[in-house]
Every structure is written in structure tokens, then in C-alpha cells.
């Protein structure tokens, strides 16, 4: 589990579960939970109680892990990501890259159907929030509606 993932799941559902966490990133309880601490001592994540998820401990994305979430979503480089040079494979046998549907199918086999469904929801907020200006990615300022 990565930091982009951790602070992509909080950003998606916030007070998600350290259960959750750990379910959705294939992780023992403990790590996903030691993962978080850390993250929450560098300032990025708060640890809540959340009575309404029957006690569990819960992540919330600070504003400081906001702005390091959309900084990495800024620096990202598909040409060193594993999984876009692993689908590099593909274009050399069937002469294109994977559409998005093959993608997801290949994803569906290797994670949890979970995992997934909270990344697709996590693509749609980043489609409804951020905007790209200037071949860079920025929050989207609520438009004041004049009465």
C-alpha cells in the first residue's frame, strides 16, 4: 500500500475504517494501521474514533494531505509506473495500449471488487474537483452564485 493509495481512499471516503483500509489495500489490520500513524505524525491523516462505524478507529485527510495528494497527481509520470510499462507489453504484441475496459478488467482480477468500485468513485470526485489548467492539475473554485 502506498501513501498515494492511503491518502486517494481518505480523500474518497472520508472517515474511512482502518478495517476498510486494510480490506481494500490487501494489508494486515496492523500495518494499515501503523502505515496510518505515521501519516497522521507528518501531519497528512487524522485518527478518529467514529462511533457511527461501530467503534473503529477512522482515517480523515488533513488539508496538508489534500495538497500532497494533488502534488503527487501533479508529478505523476506514467512512463515510470509499473503498471503502465507492464501494459507497454501489450502495445509491443497487439500494436495499442489497453483500453480503459481492459484495464479494469485485469484490475478486477488482481484486486478486491471493493478496492475497485471505491477507485472508480475516487476518479469520479477527481473529475468533479479538480480541473486541468496549463497541463496542470488544480482544485476547482466553487463559482459564487450571484442573488
Sequence with gaps: MTVTHILSMAYNAPYISIMELAEFGSMHMTTAFNFSKR???KGYLRII???VKRKNT???LTKRGEELLLEILKNF??????FFLG??????LYGKLPNF?????LTRNIYDENLIALMDNYL??????????D????????EVVKQ
Design 101 to 105: 475496459t481492459e484495464l479494469i478488467t
Design 77 to 82: 509520470k506514467p512512463h515510470e509506473n509499473k
Design 58 to 60: 477512522c482515517i480523515e
Design 39 to 41: 501519516l497522521k505524525q
Design 135 to 142: 497541463r496542470m492539475l488544480k482544485k476547482k473554485i466553487d
Design 87 to 92: 501494459a507497454l507489453s501489450t502495445k509491443d
Design 124 to 133: 469520479s470526485m477527481i473529475e468533479r474537483n479538480l480541473i486541468e489548467e
Design 49 to 51: 474514533e467514529k462511533k
